[in-house]
């Protein structure tokens, strides 16, 4: 009877082990799309916010975003992607920066200049609208987005321009937003994040309209 209750205890005890590990959400490999998904959700969840990677959404899947809401950048879903690859920026990035900027390029100085990411006036590109800081033309929207990954890949992820600024490199979009668009210009930074991680989740799960 002694053995039989030592044993008991001992089960007892694995049990309340077995039950800890589900709660945490670490055990089997059949949990681990449920982990996965968990990841893409909420702010600030770290490395599944990285713009750093290969694509995570299709080129035709880029087309339809931007058909669906109208672009006049629409049918560079191919030449985004391919940009993407070459500068091993995720371009699913590329896609929410260009949303929240400018509405797909259906609003704001995006309509002129061309510029997915509203690019400030930088060499190699004419500078206009300089009474109101000044905006990069670009010469197409493939131009545009491919500046756009170029500023993100050298000015960000190898720190071009956030080392002199904050010290440091940046590789996501909580790192990224408060040099991209500052609160000091008068942007809601923890609102951008929000808009761009939501829209990376939403595409990211197939769904068009973010």
């Known amino acids: 009877m002694r053995d039989i209750g030592r044993l008991l205890l001992v089960l007892g005890v694995v ?3 077995w039950v800890a590990w589900l709660t945490m959400g670490v055990v089997t490999s059949s949990q681990s799309p449920r982990v996965t998904a968990v990841l893409y959700t909420g702010h600030g969840s770290g490395q599944a916010y990285s713009v750093v990677g290969p694509p995570t959404i299709s080129a035709s899947f880029i087309d339809q975003v931007l058909t669906a809401y109208h672009s006049p950048a629409a049918g ?4 985004i992607e391919q940009q993407g690859i070459h500068y091993g920026i995720d371009p699913v990035f590329a896609l929410a920066f260009f949303q929240h900027e400018s509405s797909f390029g259906t609003t704001g100085e995006a309509r002129v200049t061309l510029s997915p990411g509203n690019e400030r006036c930088i060499a190699g590109r004419p500078c206009i609208d ?11 929207w493939a131009d545009g987005f491919d500046h756009w990954y170029r500023l ?6 190898q720190g071009q321009v956030t080392k002199p600024l904050v010290g440091h490199i940046c590789t996501t979009v909580a790192e990224i937003i408060p040099v991209y668009a500052p609160s ?6 923890a609102g951008y994040i929000a808009a761009v991680e939501h829209a990376v989740d939403t595409w990211r ?3 068009v309209w973010t």
């Open 184 to 189: 000091s210009d008068g942007n809601d930074e």
């Open 152 to 157: 993100i890949l050298y000015g960000y992820v």
């Open 205 to 207: 799960h197939g769904q």
């Open 15 to 17: 049990l309340l082990m």
């Open 76 to 79: 560079l879903g191919t030449v």
């Open 130 to 140: 300089q009474d109101r800081g000044g905006y990069a033309q670009m010469r197409s």
